[in-house]
């Protein structure tokens, strides 16, 4: 099993910028990729980005590129995202999710979730 605990959520002002954190523990050697899911108010969860733990391929949104970036620290079983010039439709409650699947996103364990509430 892993847990997953995240950081970095907050109020920003539409155009700024925040940096979320979500760093796992537990049964980490099985990790095969990690990334973020986000929930807006009154909407169902929704893929944000995945890295892939061997390699370090990365996959987004469509409406995030360019914007975000999803990275990783292996050593410390940790991963990021670092998201730029944030809008107001980007507000949501993010998850981070683990994976052990090839599939990518395919996530089975989830964070607690981190708010992020961006001002117009």
């Known amino acids: 099993q892993v847990w997953l605990v995240e950081s970095g959520g907050g109020l920003v002002q539409a155009g700024g910028s925040l940096r979320l954190s979500c760093a796992a523990s537990?049964?980490?050697?099985?990790?095969?990729?990690m990334g973020w899911y986000r929930q807006p108010p009154g909407k169902e969860r929704e893929f944000v980005a995945a890295?892939?733990?061997?390699?370090?391929?990365?996959y987004y949104r469509d409406s995030v590129k360019g914007r975000f970036t999803i990275s990783r620290d292996n050593a410390n079983n940790t991963v990021y995202l670092q998201m730029n010039s944030l809008k107001p439709e980007d507000m949501a409650v993010y998850y981070c999710g683990v994976s052990n699947s090839d599939a990518v996103a395919d996530f089975g364990s989830w964070g607690q979730g981190t708010q992020v509430t961006v001002s117009s």
């Open positions: 537990g049964d980490t050697v099985c990790i095969s990729d």
């Open positions: 890295i892939k733990w061997s390699g370090g391929n990365t």
